[in-house]
């Protein structure tokens, strides 16, 4: 016997539906490319969906053709998305920070039909045009522009386009499963992998981000996703804002510390989303102007390790509750967060405090677990303590990258995540390190965010990594590359004395590396990978013969 309940199958289209429904005149505020604001609302973002679906549906598509976008967080984007996914196409986001042979790579992997690019990107977009030969339509997501033109004769221009069109559209029935949206992982090894999300995994991704427990999404509040919408889907908040009918401050492509103290201030942004990198810049502008951030209620922190230092100076100095969430292009991206349980009430607030730094537990709808090897055969203990592979599986997690036939999965269906982790008896999760970010000195291991977190807490450095170098003796050992604040002249000696008492002695790092800038990648993480390749020897070199 089934149940005799409604069946309505889960479509992205639904939630633009309900939030033109019930929420059409709360405020969508975007920062355009030119620096200039446009005030828009969720009635006028659908309405323009439809008008841009009615485009689409005069192109010569078939459902599940792959639509691509290069852009930042706007109105426009938003648009796109909703008018892509909502006619059974695919909503590709692309990173505009890779490398031209990596955009052209994609664009050819995922075979998109159609390219919607920011006017900031058409340099990108012509020098990867003549290698991308599936793509039929390019839609530069402005109004009408002679430059663009004529270095792009077949380019259509956004406005003009969705100008003459109707605000009627009926969106596309399809079956829940069906894709809705791709996007590549960062590709850090070898080539960026496609995942291909359903419109069922994003809708469930939406209810589950946005509870009290996650998220914590209402219809009071104004969200800022500093996050890019290139990165997986700005971690679903264009989603999961419509879900919920709150209010977006979309911040465009300026994404430093004033910027960002500006809009927050001047719109009342009551919760941002983004990387720690981010809030570190942000930090320092508030700071610098003087500003208390006053409506921000809360920040997410997720994509690389929150930094305890960065928890208490927004709570101490901004009254703002950071919520640290860990998460991955794979899991849509949400796979745990950390915000406290009623017992946690009951200690005092130092230890409130620890337990918020760990990268949180699972929402409903998926499990996480560790274990002893990738493969998953033996988990390691539930206690806090044994570190193991972690894994994890439920409805908004890959089962196999596009173009890619074998499952991505263990043999018991779990999906591997690459991090190393610990997890407790209520499912609190900390990441140790990435795998492959674990320094192994003399068969021991050491994590490297752990070192990060101590140094980070040092005043006078502004952005810190810490990576395995290679060792005569021990294999590796960890060494700590720095950028020092503006005015500060502090000494290699000075930093590794602060690490005294905070963490056993052999754990220390052997070397500071002073720089002026660490390299970060397209998603604001520290490309590691890079730093080893430049300073992975610097500790053999040093070793006298
Ligand atoms: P991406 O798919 O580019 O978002 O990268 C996912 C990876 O980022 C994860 O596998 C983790 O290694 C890392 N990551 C994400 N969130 C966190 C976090 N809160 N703490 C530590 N690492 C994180």
């Not at 039909?113 to 045009?129: E, G, P, Q, R």
Request: aromatic share 10%.
């Amino acid at each position: 016997m089934i149940g005799n309940m409604m069946f309505q199958p889960l479509l992205i289209s639904s939630l633009i539906e309900h939030a033109a429904t019930y929420h059409a005149d709360t405020e969508i505020i975007s920062k355009n490319t030119d620096g200039s604001m446009t005030h828009t609302n969720w009635g006028q973002v659908a309405q323009n969906a439809k008008r841009f679906a009615n485009v689409l549906a005069s192109f010569d598509l078939a459902i599940s053709d792959r639509v691509a976008t290069i852009a930042w967080n706007n109105h426009r984007h938003l648009e796109t998305w909703y008018g892509i996914s909502g006619s059974g196409l695919v909503c590709h986001t692309i990173n505009p920070r890779l490398f031209p042979e990596q955009l052209s790579y994609i664009v050819n992997d995922a075979d998109d039909k159609v390219l919607i690019f920011d006017k900031t990107f058409i340099n990108l977009v012509l020098s990867i045009k003549d290698s991308i030969p599936s793509v039929e339509h390019f839609i530069c997501l402005d109004a009408f522009d002679r430059d663009i033109q004529k270095a792009l004769p077949n380019v259509c221009f956004y406005d003009d386009l969705i100008k003459e069109r109707s605000d009627q559209f009926e969106w596309t029935e399809l079956d829940e499963a069906k894709a809705s949206s791709l996007c590549y992982t960062s590709g850090t090894t070898g080539n960026p992998k496609g995942v291909l999300y359903s419109h069922r995994s994003t809708v469930l991704h939406s209810y589950a981000s946005s509870l009290p427990d996650s998220f914590n999404f209402s219809a009071l509040d104004r969200i800022l996703p500093v996050v890019p919408m290139f990165h997986v889907n700005a971690w679903g908040t264009p989603y999961s804002a419509a879900m919920i009918g709150c209010s977006m401050v979309l911040p465009g492509p300026m994404l430093d510390g004033a910027s960002l103290v500006q809009l927050i201030d001047q719109y009342k942004v009551t919760n941002a989303l983004g990387v720690p990198t981010i809030w570190q810049g942000l930090l320092n502008a508030a700071y610098q102007s003087g500003s208390k951030l006053e409506s921000l209620v809360r920040n997410i922190v997720g994509g690389a390790a929150c930094p305890p230092s960065m928890l208490k100076a927004f709570k101490d100095d901004f009254q703002c509750e950071t919520i640290h969430a860990w998460g991955m292009t794979e899991t849509s991206p949400l796979g745990a967060v950390n915000q406290l349980k009623a017992k946690h009430l009951e200690t005092d607030e130092t230890e409130q405090f620890k337990q918020r730094f760990a990268q949180g537990r699972p929402p409903y709808g998926v499990s996480l677990r560790v274990c002893h090897d990738e493969k998953g055969v033996e988990e390691s203990a539930r206690d806090g303590y044994t570190p193991g592979h972690l894994q994890i599986k439920g409805h908004w997690i890959v089962e196999s990258y596009f173009n890619q036939f074998d499952h991505a999965l263990t043999q018991d269906n779990w999906f591997d995540t690459g991090d190393i982790a610990t997890l407790d008896q209520d499912g609190y999760m900390q990441i140790s390190d990435r795998s492959k970010d674990l320094i192994k000195s003399g068969g021991e291991w050491i994590s490297s965010v752990e070192l990060e977190n101590i140094a980070i807490a040092h005043p006078e450095l502004e952005m810190v990594a810490v990576i395995a170098a290679s060792h005569a003796k021990w294999d590796e050992r960890p060494i700590l590359i720095a950028k020092r604040a503006a005015v500060s002249s502090l000494s290699e000696a000075e930093v590794l004395a602060f690490y005294h008492n905070k963490i056993a002695k052999w754990q220390i790092p052997d070397r500071v590396i002073f720089v002026d800038a660490i390299p970060v990648g397209g998603t604001g993480k520290i490309l590691k990978k890079d730093l080893r390749e430049i300073y992975g020897s610097v500790l053999l070199e040093e070793t006298p013969a």
